[in-house]
């Protein structure tokens, strides 16, 4: 008997750090990481893919250097991450990660990837969103044969974070080649990808997911690659690809509330990072910017026809005074802001409440 007491005694004593959000002053157990390669931190790294950024001048003002992130620091996700005291997630397709590394959340983010399974494979291989779920899974046997019982409710006091759909526009649809335009008009595809999406998150509450924060698609109009590759201004954004992602982001937004209405203990948060982008790009200067449709690193007409090679000359000292690190991708500077915005609601970032809100639910 007494043996059994200790046994419960000192089990409870190993795993109270990891299922108490406050014992190491994290605000929740862990943060799983899904999306494209905005949230990536380099789980391209050892795909056969020309989606890779695992070299410099990516990383050069990251604490961890060279990571396979696409920005010179840090990403959204590792911005949240810090917010809610965390430590950096680590990237699911890394050998380390596995045993007591994946008791803080793991990132299952990959380049290139979107909502479609077929979106971004001319780059070469990548993480689906459909992958990432499967990965997720073996994730959870592994917490499963560590956690025991209290996965559940380790998960459920979790954060699972995604953002997902940018290439299935940028890298797909949009691309001068797609067959997608004749398949589909603008309004049926936005339908597509919201059918999928919406699946691929209730297979995410049937894992064991319960808090959710999914990121709506930015401006991708006022992205260099976007700016850069129209005939038009290289001082506006491209309206017409900017209302695409407005009309997905419009049934996003419809499509989460539902979800939180119907699937029990559920919260699934609309974070509005279009509005957050627009607001901060029309009114770069208030937020310390000085350049914003330009690129940081890149090439051609806005720095965003050729993408951010070692080989080109780092023209830019002050990483801080752009919104864009490349033609893709924003600065560390851009992402420290809106994560704050969706943490502490700043922005009118995050619907019906902020990430902090949400955490002390
Ligand atoms: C994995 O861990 C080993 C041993 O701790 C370390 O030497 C190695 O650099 C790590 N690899 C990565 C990719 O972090
Ligand atoms: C994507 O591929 C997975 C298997 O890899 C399959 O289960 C899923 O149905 C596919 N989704 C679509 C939309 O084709
Ligand atoms: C997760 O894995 C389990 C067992 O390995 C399997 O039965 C289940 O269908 C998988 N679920 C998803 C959504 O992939
Ligand atoms: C870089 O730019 C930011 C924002 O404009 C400014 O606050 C900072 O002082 C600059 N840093 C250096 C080293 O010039």
Not at 179 to 187: G, I, Q, V
Not at 334 to 360: D, R, W, Y
Request: hydrophobic fraction near 40%.
């Amino acid at each position: 008997m007494a043996a059994f007491w200790f046994f419960v005694v000192t089990a409870w004593l190993t795993l109270l750090p990891m299922l108490s959000s406050t014992v190491d002053g994290a605000r929740v157990p862990a943060m799983f990481v899904f999306g494209d390669s905005l949230l990536d931190p380099g789980n391209n790294n050892h795909l056969v893919t020309l989606a890779k950024a695992n070299y410099a001048p990516n990383g050069v003002d990251f604490v961890g250097g060279v990571t396979g992130r696409f920005c010179n620091g840090g990403t959204v996700a590792d911005h949240l991450g810090t917010l809610l005291g965390l430590p950096l997630i680590p990237p699911f397709n890394d050998p380390n990660t596995t045993g007591s590394h994946i008791l803080r959340g793991v990132n299952f983010a990959s380049a290139a990837s979107g909502i479609l399974n077929h979106t971004g494979r001319l780059y070469g291989n990548l993480f689906s969103m459909d992958d990432q779920i499967a990965n997720f899974n073996i994730t959870l046997q592994q917490l499963n044969s560590q956690l025991g019982d209290d996965t559940e409710s380790f998960l459920a006091k979790s954060l699972f974070f995604l953002n997902m759909g940018s290439n299935d526009y940028v890298n797909n649809y949009l691309l001068p080649f797609s067959d997608k335009p004749n398949k589909y008009t603008p309004e049926a595809f936005s339908d597509l990808l919201i059918r999928n999406y919406n699946k691929q998150l209730m297979n995410l509450y049937d894992l064991g997911g319960r808090r959710f924060l999914v990121a709506s698609l930015g401006p991708l109009g006022c992205i260099p690659n976007q700016i850069g590759n129209s005939g038009g201004s290289i001082d506006s954004c491209v309206g017409q690809t900017n209302q695409l992602a407005a009309q997905f982001n419009t049934k996003l937004r419809t499509m989460l509330d539902e979800l939180t209405g119907s699937l029990q203990g559920s919260y699934f948060l609309y974070w509005d990072t279009y509005s957050s982008a627009t607001e901060i790009i029309d009114n770069y200067a208030d937020y310390g910017f000085k350049h914003q449709h330009s690129a940081c690193c890149g090439g051609g007409r806005s720095k965003g026809q050729i993408i951010c090679l070692p080989l080109l000359p780092l023209e830019c000292h002050n990483r801080s005074q752009y919104v864009f690190w490349d033609p893709y991708h924003p600065t560390d500077a851009f992402n420290a802001i809106v994560a704050k915005g969706a943490f502490q609601g700043t922005l009118q970032a995050a619907h019906p409440m902020n990430v902090q809100q949400l955490v002390e639910t």
